[in-house]
């Protein structure tokens, strides 16, 4: 059986399903979401080390983007039990128009939910774990803390496991990225998620310029740390954009880059202008190793955590490859 948006749903409950997590959306026109390709369907997950891996999070109260975001991974991923933690809670205080995230009034900062991520990185025996985040505009520092004392708690209980965060923008929160730099994830990754011209209808309370600086922050504060955005494509964007933002990351100094297919989680959703073929995506990664990227992962269903764990090993084999020859 394979899952897809073709599986016979009412658009009643889509959009049911959205007014309840997305009540900003509730008087937006609805689109027609488009009939996936065959190349970017995929399998209902049914394995038992699915089950097993929800279990634990369920077990520990713990969020994960695979679910909220609606991953068209999580089969994959959740059966080799590599799960990517959502802290800061489940609502986010952003609106972006791409996203499933539940927007809203988010709760009270959970004390334990560190060490709670810890337990779940330590039972699941994660070589390497994503952490990600809500946006949390409501926070003096965006939720910088609670990863600081995240990545404190694994490096803790799994000494051994390499650490990549995925955070938000941080904008207008002095000192959050001397803080995130300071902890020293092995991989700081913010996604500039689309080209500057779609910012005001896709991330309109974002800004393209903060979340290049912030990446260009981290790297200027440890040059070691390495550094990953990612790119939705199949939004309106032109390819000569797309390659524009790959000149900027690289003039930021980040390393990895990701790009995947935009999919429209509900009618309400920003609408899905074309699904890119799998030809365009294998001419996006060779000009953006091209420009100078470390590390490029570009494919109909990449995701930031998509075989991060794999990825991870190739980038830090390709800066010693780099360093060896000079």
Known sequence: MEHTDDQPQTMATDKKKSEHRHPEKRNRPDSVILRKPEWIRVKAPTSAEYHETGKIMRQLNLTTVCEEAACPNI??????????????????????????????????????????????????????????????????????????????????????????????????????????????????????????????????????????????????????????????????????????????????DVDFLTIGQYLQPTPKHAPLDRYVTPDEFKSYESIARAKGFLMVSASPLTRSSYHADADFEKLRAAREAKLAAR
């Open 75 to 252: 089969g994959e991923c959740w059966k080799q039990k590599h799960a990517t933690f959502m802290i800061l809670g489940a609502t986010c205080t952003r609106a972006c128009s791409f996203c499933n995230v539940a927007t809203g009034i988010p709760d009270k900062l959970d004390p334990f939910e560190a060490a709670r991520v810890a337990i779940g990185v330590q039972k699941l025996g994660l070589k390497h774990v994503v952490v990600t985040s809500v946006d949390r505009d409501d926070l003096a520092d965006g939720g910088a803390d609670q990863f600081v004392k995240t990545i404190s708690e694994i490096r803790r209980l799994s000494p051994g496991t390499t650490i990549e965060i995925l955070t938000p923008d941080f904008k207008d929160k002095p000192g959050a990225a001397e803080a995130i730099a300071q902890a020293r994830p092995d991989v700081f990754n913010h996604n500039l998620e689309t080209v500057p011209r779609l910012y005001p209808s896709i991330r309109p309370g974002s800004r393209y310029f903060t979340s290049l600086a912030l990446l260009a922050d981290i790297k200027r504060h440890d040059p070691s740390i390495f550094t990953k955005s990612g790119i939705m494509v199949g939004l309106g964007e032109s390819k000569t954009e797309i390659m524009q933002v790959m000149d900027d990351l690289r003039a930021a």
